[in-house]
């Protein structure tokens, strides 16, 4: 099962900012990762908070059962230093992706306190950083048997 977390205010997609996240709601962003699980033959297990400790928790309560983590820690990336720890602490591979492309963003933005212990991070591409992180997971996995 891959844990697929989403970060603060990512409840609001579809009529926040859309000219930044796009028009796509959380839900129809589930079921585009629902689906490309099931292609992929993986379990999915979605969890939204927009609350720090929230997201820890489930993190902690599932990492025996988790594979690996697909994450947006939305504003979380650029401080979160308690989700970096629980992060290495349960020790699953994990990608962190972005609907936006955090780089061209505002100069805070720039940072991921989270780059550095993920497989990967994918940004900038809308619902595709999703469904790329997934496939980079699979792979991941696929390698890792």
Known sequence: MILVIHGPNLNLLGEREPQIYGTLT???????????AERLKLQVKHFQSNHEGDIIDFIHENRHDAKG?????????????????????????????????????EPF????????????????????????GLELLAGHLGDAD
């Open 109 to 132: 933005r720039k940072r991921s306190v989270l780059k550095e212990i993920c497989l990967d991070q994918i940004s900038g591409e809308g619902v595709n950083s999703y469904l790329k």
């Open 26 to 36: 959380l839900s129809k962003i589930d079921e585009m990762i629902d689906t490309k």
């Open 69 to 105: 983590i697909l994450i947006n820690p939305a504003a979380l990336t650029h401080y979160s230093y308690a989700l970096r720890d629980a992060i290495s602490a349960v020790a699953l591979p994990c990608v962190e992706v972005h609907l936006s492309d955090i780089q061209e963003r």
